[in-house]
């Protein structure tokens, strides 16, 4: 232990005046209020006031235990430091509800004095004992692998990303009353973390719909994704979350559905990875409109869109920047906010690079300065023994593979082969991610299994779609050998539809490419693609 104190007694009057004259009772302490299944995480340099306080507050009545962190070096900046990574572990824990609010002041990224000793070896300490006593459930790098500590609305953000939090709700507070729906566009590359601000946002718009002082009281807010699995992880961040209720988080179609039959507008409406609208009629979907974006609008006040081309998967959800205009063109809107730091892959410019100019075809030579963990592979059963080992060390090692091997929705199970290696698809039932279950490193995932989530290392198999033209010196893509056929559905309303099929492939390539935070690997099924990468 570094020198930390932990104490644990009942929350009520008499142990606050056991507190009186301590050494702590005006130093910078972190504490926490629970009960069997709610926790309040805080931190303040006033204990016996702050409890007080506490006692007082309705909200707090029901939490019956008090647990002070105590250590003779914090200061203010520890203590926020540690109070704000205690709530989001344990809302990755899931043991709890929490009730903490958004603390938008202090939530933005910042260093301080030995910071890396309390952000890492004081905390460390300080989830061990909470382990030990059975106050938590889960190891650090456990709960460090959920997309829902991930994708935390408390998470610290960068500068860049809390301006843009404070601009969309500042937006959103403006323009709710305008008669005319209002939209604000934000774009942004894969791995710049968008659903995060995203989650951020809509927790806190939740928080002030139940405050009688805002704008925003009692008004009726819905985040969308079309995405099944991302859907699942804001999901299990309601049920953890006070402010938030699962019932206001929904796929694009129920919601337009819905809408419809009641005739009346949401109030503030998110849409997360607005690329996988769709851009037309969808029977599968059940979706009779021509437009998925143009019916929201419709039926929203204010409509806030997160949004990258470079991630469009389908022709029937085909977007680019000039249909995109055509359909904000009727709309209130000003220019999109652009977010540009890179969050998820912790390696260098170079090597972002390389996957970029690989997505635009082109061959580059591997980055030299590069501690990212970058791998070609001559053979797939070896890139797959590596993934093994790599999920051993450090979870979240997985497989992923281009659209290129058969895979029916028939509840059939389905290979992909390639030389010696021969592993399943990936399955996707239950309220888990796929990436989060153990017994998935032995699947393969595909592009809509894996988009929008993080892997700790990624074993990319470039499937019979993506080969080598040796005249140019370039990736060639043969967009024929694509398996995917939902993806080529609505074809015929293209006049150049194998450039659409080609950008499509390509956009896969680039999602699963940049799945991994600390290392890539590459194996390509075609013979002179992988004798050209491997020779780099």
């Known amino acids: 232990m570094s020198n930390v104190s932990i104490k644990t007694m009942p929350f009520n009057k008499l142990s606050l005046d056991t507190l009186h004259n301590k050494q702590y009772t005006d130093y910078p302490i972190v504490y926490f209020l629970n009960n069997n299944t709610t926790v309040y995480i805080g931190e303040t340099v006033a204990v016996r006031n702050r409890m007080r306080d506490h006692l007082n507050n309705p909200e707090r009545k029901s939490l019956d235990q008090m647990t002070l962190i105590i250590h003779e070096k914090f200061n203010r900046s520890a203590t926020y430091n540690i109070e704000t ?11 709890y509800k929490l009730q903490n609010k958004s603390q938008t002041s202090q939530s933005v990224m910042h260093n301080y004095h030995d910071k890396h000793f309390y952000n890492e070896e004081v905390f460390n300490d300080i989830w061990n004992e909470l382990l030990k006593k059975n106050v938590v459930t889960h190891s650090r790098s456990a709960i460090e692998n959920k997309d829902i500590f991930k994708v935390s609305p408390f998470k610290e953000l960068s500068v860049e990303q809390l301006e843009l939090k404070e601009k969309i709700i500042d937006v959103c507070e403006e323009r709710i009353n305008d008669e005319k729906s209002y939209v604000f566009l934000i774009k942004g590359e894969a791995g710049v973390g968008k659903s995060v601000v995203l989650s951020s946002v809509f927790n806190r718009i ?14 009726e807010n819905y985040l969308l994704v079309n995405h099944s699995e991302m859907l699942k992880t804001y999901k299990n961040i309601a049920g953890n979350v006070k402010a938030l209720s699962k019932n206001n988080f929904d796929k694009p179609t129920p919601f337009i559905n819905k809408r419809k039959k009641l005739n009346k507008k949401a109030d503030i409406v998110l849409v997360d990875e607005a690329h996988l609208l769709l851009t037309k009629p969808d029977s599968f979907n059940n979706f009779v409109e021509e437009n998925q974006l143009q019916e929201i609008i419709k039926h929203s006040k204010v409509v806030i869109i997160v949004y990258d081309e470079k991630q469009v998967l389908k022709m029937k959800s085909f977007w680019n920047d000039d249909k995109l205009m055509q359909i904000l063109g009727d709309c209130n809107t000003e220019k999109p906010y652009i977010l540009s ?8 410019d170079e090597m972002i690079r390389w996957i970029d100019h690989f997505v635009d075809k082109k061959i580059e030579a591997k980055p030299k300065k590069n501690q990212y963990d970058f791998r070609i592979f001559d053979s797939a059963a070896a890139m797959y023994d590596l993934i093994q080992e790599k999920n051993e060390e450090s979870g979240l090692a997985r497989i992923v593979s281009t659209f290129d091997y058969v895979h029916k929705k028939d509840g059939g199970t389905y290979y992909i082969e390639e030389d010696e290696l021969k592993i399943p698809w990936n399955t996707t039932e239950g ?33 019979p779609s993506v080969s080598y033209d040796e005249e140019t010196d370039t990736v060639k893509i043969l967009t024929s050998n694509y398996k995917d056929t939902e993806a080529y559905r609505g074809k015929d309303g293209f006049l150049d539809s194998e450039f659409v099929k080609e950008k499509i492939i390509l956009n896969s390539i680039n999602v699963l490419m940049k799945r991994g935070v600390h290392g890539l690997y590459i194996y390509a099924s075609d013979p002179k693609l992988r004798a050209r990468l491997v020779g780099l």
């Open 85 to 95: 990574k205690l709530i989001n572990y344990f809302l990755a824990d899931e043991r």
């Open 341 to 348: 730091e890179q969050f998820r892959m912790q390696a260098s």
């Open 206 to 219: 939740q928080e002030l719909t139940k405050e009688k002082s805002s704008i925003l009281y009692k008004k």
């Open 431 to 463: 309220n888990v991610t796929w990436a989060e279950k153990a017994g998935t490193v032995h699947e393969a995932g595909s592009i809509y299994t894996i988009q929008g989530f993080d892997l700790n290392y990624v074993g990319v198999i470039l499937g």
